[in-house]
């Protein structure tokens, strides 16, 4: 039971924390835009859900493959998402790798960022 409530608060924090990057790359109208923070904060479950199940049934690609083959699926995803959800336009394929792309420095910052407080 405790390991279902972690995944839980797990998921809510990733799904804050992506709803606030996506809300982030919207604001600086790099290929994609929400309509306000809900729909951010459910475009950013929906995006990491899938992302997480495409990318855990592909093989693990290194390196500069496996980077491109992540930016295309999070872009594909992204694609996607803005089809099923009424709250998020993407300005197609290359405003979703934009997207993706702005995202992940967004993502790869705050992770920068967190590791460096922890060891300051």
Do not use: C, P
Not at 93 to 111: F, H, K, M, R, T
């Amino acid at each position: 039971m405790e390991q279902i409530i972690g995944a839980v608060i797990g998921i809510l924090i990733a799904a804050v924390i992506s709803g606030a990057v996506i809300w982030l790359v919207s604001k600086l109208d790099l290929g994609l835009r929400v309509d306000n923070f809900v729909w951010a904060m459910i475009a950013g479950l929906m995006i990491g859900f899938i992302s997480t199940l495409v990318l855990r049934f592909m093989t693990d690609f290194g390196g500069l493959g496996g980077l491109l083959v992540h930016l295309v699926v999070s872009a594909g995803v992204i694609l996607a998402s803005g089809q099923l959800l009424k709250g998020l336009q993407v300005k197609g394929l290359a405003g979703a790798l934009l997207a993706a792309v702005a995202i992940a420095v967004v993502n790869y910052g705050l992770v920068w960022l967190m590791s460096a407080s922890v060891t300051v």
